[in-house]
């Protein structure tokens, strides 16, 4: 089920944020306009990934500097070599949805 977790304008282009949706620590960035959801969880040493900063399509970690692809969570930078899990975003009105499926 969508939670709503924030108001559009709350998360201008370029940032990120953390929220608590479900128990689970998810991280929402707003990429050129265009928002994505994702673990807020470097699964190289479990730094913040939205303590990292956004690059094109990608959030690279404040840590080591592994990059993840922000659509699909594929880690493509090492060190990390596993996924983050991505979730499903959606904008209705004002409001931020996130559904952890
Ligand atoms: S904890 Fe993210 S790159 Fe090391």
Redesign the pocket.
Known sequence: MAERVAGRDDIPVGEMRSFEVGGREVAVANADGTFYAFEDE??????R?SE?DIEGDRVI??????EFDLETGDAVN???TEPVETYSISVEGDDLLVDLG
């Open positions: 470097c699964t190289h040493q479990f730094c990934l990292g970690c404040a840590c080591h500097g592994s090492p060190p990390a």
